[in-house]
């Protein structure tokens, strides 16, 4: 089945400094990805749409010169949170489904980052 | 925002026994999703139901989709401890949209 590969897994990172996290369609072409975070014992609340060669759609109440998204392939988006702060720690999971087909989205591992 | 509601929240049951789980949604679908989450890690997909089916079996897995209450139920029957995990519906309105999740249920199977 199709893959969507995110990486880092997990990410410590220090107040101030900015950390980026790939998300990869393995084997499928995705005009779309979606970012998600999630908080502990919470659902995942979408954060953004990322359209490949356009600027990010984000959602109502997310900064967008916080979290920088960039989808300059049809393989790849990445999402970057600026000046991390450590109300920012939380887990960030891609999403990607298959170019038009009316089937499951698929996510990545997801990315666990704290800010100390 | 959210879509969805689960319900219950939370669900403890004894292995073997099965549980049910409801979700409620608020605007038209194109399908909608059932996805499993252990505890600090990623998504799990279950199963997939069209808006214009009303039932699907996985193995121990049964969907219903009720479109007219704008509902659908995850039934898992036989529980194992190893289904311990939090469980997420999730709608969209075309292929190309974001799934919109629902808050989850955390089931826990005592052995």
């Known amino acids: 089945g199709a893959v969507v590969s995110q990486h880092p897994s997990w990410v410590i990172c220090k107040s101030g400094t900015s950390v980026k996290i790939e998300c990869r369609s393995l084997?499928?072409?995705?005009?779309?990805m979606f970012w998600y975070r999630q908080f502990p014992k919470q659902s995942l609340m979408l954060m953004a749409t990322s359209n490949e060669g356009s600027k990010a759609t984000y959602e109502q109440g997310v900064e967008k010169d916080k979290f920088l998204i960039n989808h300059a392939s049809l393989t790849l988006s990445t999402l970057t949170v600026t000046s991390a702060h450590p109300e920012d720690s939380s887990f960030y999971i891609c999403?990607?489904?298959?170019?038009?087909?009316?089937?499951?989205?698929?996510f990545g591992q997801g990315t666990r980052l704290t800010v100390v | 925002s959210q879509q969805g509601e689960e319900d219950p929240q939370a669900l403890s049951i004894q292995e073997g026994e099965n549980a049910t789980m409801n979700c409620s949604y608020k605007?038209?679908?194109?399908?909608l999703q059932w996805y499993r989450q252990n505890s600090g890690r990623g998504l799990v997909h279950l199963i997939l139901i069209r808006s214009n089916e009303r039932e699907k079996h996985s193995g121990r897995l049964r969907v219903t989709l009720d479109t007219s209450k704008k509902s659908s139920s995850l039934l898992i029957t036989a529980s194992r401890a190893a289904d311990t995990a939090s469980y997420f519906c999730?709608?969209?309105?075309?292929?190309?949209?974001?799934?919109?999740f629902g808050k989850g249920t955390r089931l826990s199977v005592i052995a």
């Open positions: 999730a709608t969209d309105r075309s292929g190309n949209t974001p799934l919109v």
């Open positions: 084997d499928f072409q995705a005009t779309t």
């Open positions: 605007t038209s679908i194109n399908n």
């Open positions: 999403s990607a489904r298959d170019t038009g087909s009316n089937t499951e989205a698929f």
